[in-house]
């Protein structure tokens, strides 16, 4: 779908469809849905006081306009009550629009947005593209079979009638497409399998990014990890026949900004390894480099959009496969950090890959490190689907992370990082064990994961929930779906302000 910008008065425009919103009264109507209803007799409020058209959040009604306007169609879509709106239900309600005209076979509309609420034009249309990207996603690479059903919409033009308007909406449009292409890039990969998104694949992703906005990257191979002294990424990878790597991208390297690492568990087939996981359900664990994926468009989007930091963004990816050359439970492993670590399930890989890359994160110095991993099934059983499980070392960290979901509607939960917890993880053989109890599984993976950053200002977002999920939201269809770009692009857009 190309979407653009245009000035221009919505019941002057020829097109396929002029989309309008309206709220649940149409006395409040401004604008070009009132100059529209003008033009076109009262036919739309006529709708609304019959009760045709209700305004309710999400309701979508189709109307031809028989030549009434130079438009062809019109699609009304409700906003709900005013005073509830707000920009989440805003994605939804434009996500919805979107599935609605793509579903109707439509190839183009036009859109001219307008202020509602207490919102400048470019942040509503920075949702409204943000909502729509998003809304009409689907994975079909992998078909072969009714390619053909799949439905898009081939043009989106978002209209302003001021210059003014238009500049601003053309800024809105930039940040709200960019993010979204990024969240959509990460989708694709978490929606590949373990068969086609390897660490390899990873790896020539980094490396493409980093060609295309002049990063730097480096691949380290296992041997190279190993010689460094990663004893727990280098453990994980040994059941594994598909060559695992060691993914750093940096960008605005040796520049005088802020330092941010960014560390996404790339773990891109988890088995459980010899604690292998039992076979209902173990397809879903293709999703378990999501936080790779989520790296990667974060690290992206920043350069596309030129924010000035220095960012490092860590993937260490593998497969985690029991074979004959498997690490073992009991086995104790030398982290890059000097600490060893007791291996009670290898099922509990994600922490170990994640020790090695968050003390490896240590080398630049960061100022902040976010690590982002789905790391405990315990996160699903306590916050469910939709909500992301954040720890942490450092109150303002935290705190800018719950403002990032504030704003990107990625809802996410604070849970402790208390001494007490520590205890579940003694070991008699070695400094810790990599399990404690299923009792307080996601605080105790979190516990694990502080042990390796030191005093460095650290949040862990255990996204295991929300990387995937079976039943579609507004604007997130099932499957994977990018949890975690737009959390943290809008903590780094927000880090200087
Ligand atoms: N990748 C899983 C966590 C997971 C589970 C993500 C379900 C998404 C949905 C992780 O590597 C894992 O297996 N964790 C174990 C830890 C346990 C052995 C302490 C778990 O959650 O059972
Ligand atoms: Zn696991
Ligand atoms: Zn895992």
Not at 267 to 279: H, R, V, Y
Request: proline share 4%; charged share 25%.
């Amino acid at each position: 779908m190309k979407l653009r910008v245009d000035q221009g008065r919505a019941e002057k425009y020829p097109c396929e469809l002029v989309l309008l919103f309206s709220f649940d009264s149409p006395q409040d109507w401004e604008g070009p849905i009132r100059r529209i209803d003008a033009e076109w007799k009262g036919f739309l409020s006529d709708l609304m006081k019959e009760g045709d058209f209700k305004g309710e959040l999400c309701q979508c009604e189709l109307l031809y306009t028989h030549g009434a306007l130079p438009a062809k169609r019109v699609l009304l879509a409700g906003l709900g009550k005013k005073e509830e709106f707000d920009l989440e239900k805003w994605r939804g309600a434009s996500a919805k629009a979107g599935s609605y005209i793509r579903d109707s076979g439509l190839k183009q509309f036009v859109f001219p947005i307008t202020k509602m609420g207490d919102f400048s034009e470019d942040q509503l249309a920075d949702a409204f593209v943000t909502g729509l990207m998003l809304g009409v996603y689907q994975f079909k690479e992998l078909k072969t079979l009714g390619r053909d059903k799949f439905k898009e919409i081939e043009e989106g033009i978002v209209l302003g009638e001021t210059a003014e308007e238009t500049k601003s909406i053309r800024d809105g449009l930039r940040w709200g497409k960019t993010i979204s292409e990024e969240v959509c890039i990460a989708r694709d990969l978490v929606n590949s399998p373990g068969n086609k998104v390897t660490p390899t694949v990873l790896a020539e992703k980094a490396r493409q990014i980093s060609k295309e906005h002049r990063m730097e990257v480096q691949v380290l191979e296992v041997s190279e990890a190993e010689a460094l002294g990663m004893g727990a990424f280098v453990a994980v990878a040994k059941g594994s026949q598909e060559p695992a790597k060691f993914i750093t991208l940096e960008y605005n390297k040796g520049k005088a900004y802020n330092t941010i690492a960014l560390v996404g568990k790339g773990i891109t087939f988890d088995s459980g390894g010899l604690s292998l996981k039992p076979s209902d359900g173990m397809h879903r664990m293709k999703d378990d480099m999501s936080g790779a994926a989520a790296v990667l468009a974060v690290m992206e989007a920043a350069a596309r959009m030129a924010l000035p930091l220095h960012l490092v963004g860590i993937i260490p990816a593998t497969e985690n496969l029991p074979s004959g050359k498997a690490y073992k439970p009991g086995d104790v492993l030398k982290t890059l950090s000097g600490q060893t670590v007791e291996v009670i399930s290898t099922d509990a890989e994600g922490r170990l890959v994640l020790a090695d890359a968050l003390a490896y994160s240590l080398r630049y110095k960061p100022d902040a490190i976010l690590d982002i991993a789905t790391l405990t099934g315990a996160c699903v059983i306590a916050l469910g689907d939709y909500v992301s499980g954040i720890m942490g070392n450092d109150e303002g960290l935290l705190k800018r992370v719950e403002e990032a979901s504030q704003k990107t509607g990625e809802r996410v939960w604070r849970l402790p990082l208390w001494d007490e917890y520590f205890d579940y993880l003694k070991s008699d053989t070695a400094d810790f064990k990599n399990v404690g109890t299923r009792a307080g599984g996601t605080i105790i993976g979190g516990i694990f994961l502080s042990k390796f950053v030191e005093k460095t200002p650290w949040v862990h977002v255990d996204i295991a929930g929300p990387a995937h999920i079976e039943k579609e939201r507004p604007y997130i269809p099932r499957g994977g779906t990018g949890v975690g770009v737009r959390l943290l692009f809008q903590l780094l857009r927000d880090w200087t302000c």
